[in-house]
């Protein structure tokens, strides 16, 4: 009886480990604003090399869920895209985007 604990034990162990290398996964909050403070509204904030994005709202501020170590990329147009790599325990972030006159010439109206 106790050979046949030992071995289902055995057995047990590589799931155990495999269940632990997943990357954890949490909220996290920000806020998107220009050079001078003034929130974004509308800012796309995504998470790179993913389809997971999110918009911010009239306060410019965002919430999604993420995993630890992920780059976060926010864009909105007239600006340059700001990416930011994401420190472990990191949960809330002020990304601050800066103008892109180039991209602002390309405009037609």
Do not use: W
């Not at 050979?3 to 047990?12: E, N, P, S, T």
């Not at 997943?22 to 800012?43: C, F, N, R």
């Amino acid at each position: 009886m106790a050979r046949l604990v030992y071995l289902i034990f055995l057995c047990l162990i590589p799931f155990g480990t495999m269940a632990q290398s997943k990357p954890q996964m949490y909220t996290l909050k920000g806020t998107v604003t220009d050079h001078s403070g003034e929130p974004i509204t509308g800012a796309t904030v995504k998470i790179k090399d993913t389809t997971t994005a999110t918009i911010t709202d009239v306060n410019g501020t965002f919430s999604m869920l993420v995993s630890e170590g992920a780059t976060i990329s926010a864009s909105f147009i007239g600006y340059r895209t700001q990416d930011m790599k994401l420190k472990a325990g990191e949960n809330n972030i002020k990304i601050v985007l800066s103008e892109d006159a180039q991209q602002l010439d390309e405009i037609v109206v």
